[in-house]
């Protein structure tokens, strides 16, 4: 079992930054995928980002590719996603999960067997 606790959200200004955490419980964190989504209101949750077991490899939705990046420090057990030149249409509830299988990254939401309690990010115009 994996408990997941995000933090760093909050309000921003477009075209400012933030980082988001996402500290993990258990001595199994390092073997685990973490990805990163999203959900906006009245929107499905959506893949943001993704970074399997040894950090050496990430994936990006397209829609954040070159704005955001997705780091892990496993001594740590914490993820994060850096977050810049952010939009208002980046606003939404964000969420940190952990897939058992480390070696490789799935992109939709059921391949993640662990969750967060989300972290809400808002961009004011």
């Known amino acids: 079992q994996v408990q997941l606790v995000e933090s760093g959200g909050g309000l921003v200004q477009a075209g400012g930054s933030l980082r988001l955490s996402c500290a993990a419980s258990g001595r199994t964190f390092s073997s685990y995928t973490m990805g990163w989504f999203r959900q906006a209101p009245g929107k499905e949750r959506e893949f943001v980002a993704a970074?399997?077991?040894?950090?050496?490899?990430?994936h990006y939705a397209d829609s954040v590719k070159g704005r955001f990046t997705i780091s892990r420090d496993n001594a740590k057990n914490t993820v994060y996603l850096q977050m810049n030149s952010l939009k208002p249409e980046d606003t939404a509830v964000y969420y940190c999960?952990?897939?058992?299988?480390?070696?490789?990254?799935?992109?939709?939401?059921?391949?993640?067997?662990?969750w967060g309690q989300g972290t809400q990010v808002t961009l004011s115009s």
């Open positions: 970074i399997t077991s040894s950090g050496g490899s990430t």
């Open positions: 999960a952990a897939d058992r299988l480390g070696t490789i990254i799935r992109t939709p939401a059921p391949g993640y067997s662990y």
